[in-house]
């Protein structure tokens, strides 16, 4: 008798880092059909997704560099969904996110 075949586990890759991990290991932004940056807590929203690992240098790049803007094919990526994505990106468990923002800086 064969063994069971093993559960397929969708993979994603990082936006940022092109890192592949498990998709319910990465955070899914969506671009809503108003053009806003939203967090997809449940991963089904409607809207075109880009795929964010928990590195504190990937969320520091999606807000300040363009490849957000990119992969969501937007024009640009507003200060109110800057303002969004970093705060969502300080209640994950990255322990060096605000290190890194303030190396950055500096």
């Known amino acids: ?3 069971p075949r093993p ?3 969708p993979q994603r890759t990082c ?3 092109r890192s592949t991990s498990a998709k319910r290991a990465l955070t899914r932004l969506v671009r809503t059909a108003e053009g806003r940056v939203v967090v997809d807590h449940t991963g089904k929203q409607n809207g075109r997704g880009a795929y964010v690992c928990h590195q504190a240098n990937c969320w520091h790049a999606i807000t300040e560099r363009t490849v957000l803007v990119s992969a969501l094919r937007l024009t640009t990526l ?3 969904d800057r303002a969004t994505l970093k705060s969502f990106a300080r209640t994950l468990e990255i322990s060096d996110f605000a290190d890194t923002v303030s190396r950055q800086r500096t």
Do not use: D, P
């Open 1 to 3: 008798m064969t063994s």
């Open 78 to 80: 507003t200060e109110e």
């Open 7 to 9: 559960k397929h586990v």
């Open 15 to 17: 936006v940022v880092c």
